[in-house]
């Protein structure tokens, strides 16, 4: 078990913090990335300029980050590792109650999972928010028979946390809600004397209830509202519309069509196990209280991602992590059985296939490689949002230096990827003023333009099941090729050899002082008897200020 746990810890250390930076941001983390970048140079008054950019306390966090370690990719994504990790150790504190080989499987699972690694190399806020309701899931349980105060605050503080990481915990917080309402049923129908029970529980455990209430409700007020910077409602308010208004026209359709390729090219082995775990709960095989919880959570997140018209890569680990927990139930109920002997060889291999499909999904397919044929490319299920090509950074870095990064910079467009890897360039509001122009291919050049750049910014795939059969699936988890179109957004950079001046008046001519010459009235009548030259000929430059001996220069220039 020892060994076990050493080498959990080992590959999730290099799969969350090695070559972090080896991804370019996508537009959503770019913007976050700024948007920290701007916390980290002006402090907590920047959380007023827009308070729908991230959550109260993970922006602060990473800005923090960006002072010590200064403004990177890999700093930009430090925090979301840092939680990746957290992740995967709950899984130890939930050994009591998930069992030795169950806690060691939930750990696995989760480490090698593709989906959580990805999303854990991201600047998303999916893997706080649900790092943070696996570790209020552990105390909650820890306790069951155990009134410490210390748990209680604990607690109360990980629900704040939970609630203001992002905006789509507040369902995920419903679902919690719902499942304590079930358990109270079905302890008031099979349950002995459950009036007593409640009387009893509501005695010893009011006051500690009352005291992490006021934690969680004054945490969450402050981190919502910037540490008072902005509307609280107002945030709120918008929380929960982004969050639940969308639902009220469920489309399961579109969320099968979305979300169903990735759960079965990515995280099949999780799928296979959760699904025995929801058997063996059904057969009353695993009676735990934990595989119960994981069981309903599954089946709830499921439920509602998959109605919601708004899909998000993102959320695939709210569905992937309670399914992950039921999957190392009926990893613990096998191995308690004669049946492991048969099934630890299908799952080994399954955990080879996965770590193929997770070093691939991470380190190989970092970005979109937009000079491939249109017929192969290669792509990841995740790329639906907007994924940044591999050669746009360096675009961008080339741009800085040709400058020698003391130029600016003006943005047609203010594209979020553009600003953060010119983020070292001063932004002029005009244009006439810019070394560096970033523009959409469509726009007109600038005069005076030294080197200019047409190429893909990003990229975008939607895959759809219906373009998907037996060979494409194949062919698509063996070398990531997609199956269907692929659509980007084509940028020009324009570097300028200089800045034009400013229009200036039309020059004039500036007297020059030139010796003019006199002609005596002996040098004229010689003149007037010599056979003049033809009007044709003109007289050259040293004829014109070479004055003869007859010839007397004026003293003053005259114009």
Known sequence: EHLGWTIIALYALITRLAALGLRPLSSDEAARALFTRDIAHRGLSALAANPQIGSGWIDPLRAVCFVALGASDYSARLVAAIFGLMLVGTAFAMRRHLGRAGALAFAAVLTLSPTVTYFSRCASPAIPAVTLIV????????????????????????????????????????????????????????????????????????????????????????????????????SILAGALRAWLPAVHPDFRGGLDFYLPALGLYEFSIVIFATLGAIGLLVMQIRTRMAAVAFLWTILSAVFFLADPVHRPSWLVMMIVPAALLAAAAIDWIHRTDAWILIRYPLAMLALLTIYVQVTANFV????????????????????????????????????????????????????????YLRDLPIVDDIANAQVIVSPTIQPKESNIAESSDFTIEEQWTPHLAGLNARSALRYFIAQRAWSEVSGNDVRVDVRSQTPAAAAPAPIATPTAMPTTLISPTAAA?????????ASETPTPAETLSPSPTVEASPEPTP
């Open 135 to 234: 570790i209020a899931v552990a105390i909650v349980f820890a306790l069951v028979g155990n009134t410490d105060t210390g748990k209680v605050a604990g607690l109360a503080v990980t629900i704040a946390l939970t609630l203001s990481a992002d905006a789509i915990v507040t369902p995920v917080a419903a679902m919690f809600i719902a499942i304590l309402i079930l358990f109270g049923i079905w302890e008031l129908l099979v349950g002995r004397n459950p009036m007593i029970r409640f009387r009893v529980w509501w005695e010893r455990r009011s006051a500690q209830l009352v005291f992490g209430a006021a934690i969680a409700i004054g945490l969450f007020f402050a981190f919502e509202s910037g540490f008072g910077r902005r509307s609280f409602l107002v």
């Open 365 to 420: 397919r970092v970005a979109p490689d937009s000079s491939e044929a249109s017929w192969s490319r290669h792509m990841l299920l995740f790329w639906s949002d907007p994924a940044t090509s591999a050669v746009a950074r360096q675009e961008f870095s080339h741009a800085e230096s040709a400058v020698a990064g003391r130029g600016s910079v003006f943005f047609v467009d203010q594209h979020p990827v553009a600003m953060w």
């Open 526 to 534: 010689t003149e007037s008897s010599t056979p003049s030259a033809s």
